[in-house]
């Protein structure tokens, strides 16, 4: 699944809110049941399990590598889209900037 970015490239896949957390409970999961053979035995059964709760650490890693990668791009372009504007339209950036300033002002003032 991916989807295209601000800058126009569609090859960094989108990882989504939920298979973060779907793979963040599985590295739980297999931690949990790591801790499990560990108390109660070792040998074989025990490097299994470490086996696989190393495979969806590395494989959680790994995803949070690409989302960070594709915010850092995404938010690379998104600046210099912004920088582009400002430069076109210093007043109307001035303006916009001034009325968010306010606004942000009476809201606080209200507290």
Known sequence: MSTQNVSGESDVPDVTKEQLIADFKTVVSD?????KATANQGGE?????????????AKAKAQMADAEAA?????KAAAKATD????ENPWKAIGISAS???LVGFIMGRR
């Open 31 to 35: 931690a949990e049941a790591l801790i």
């Open 45 to 57: 059964a025990l490097a299994s399990v470490r086996a696989k709760a190393e495979a969806s650490l």
């Open 71 to 75: 915010l850092l791009v995404r938010a």
């Open 84 to 87: 582009a504007y400002v430069h």
């Open 100 to 102: 968010i300033a306010l």
